[in-house]
């Protein structure tokens, strides 16, 4: 997971908080890791290429409410 919130941030003590640029490098970071996963599950199974696309939504479904959150916004 590449999501950081300003918890993770606190619990290691930075005083600083996530510039525009970190958030940049997050969702860069996000977008190899979704790419890498695509990759992945055109060469495995039928089957379970069913289950890590489930896997996969649910991930990534998580991971944009984390996202909001960081940013103050509760999901609908």
């Known amino acids: 997971m590449t999501a950081i ?3 993770e941030l606190s ?3 930075f005083e600083a908080s996530a510039t525009a640029f970190d958030r940049a490098l997050l969702r860069a970071a996000s977008a190899v890791e979704a790419y890498t996963i695509a990759r992945v599950r055109r060469r495995d199974g039928a ?3 069913r289950a890590l696309i489930a ?3 649910a991930s990534g479904a998580r991971r944009n409410a984390e996202a ?3 940013a103050g916004l ?3």
């Open 5 to 7: 919130s300003a918890d």
């Open 11 to 13: 619990a290691h003590r």
């Open 47 to 49: 089957q379970r290429r």
């Open 55 to 57: 896997q996969d939504e």
């Open 68 to 70: 909001l959150a960081y």
């Open 74 to 76: 509760l999901p609908r």
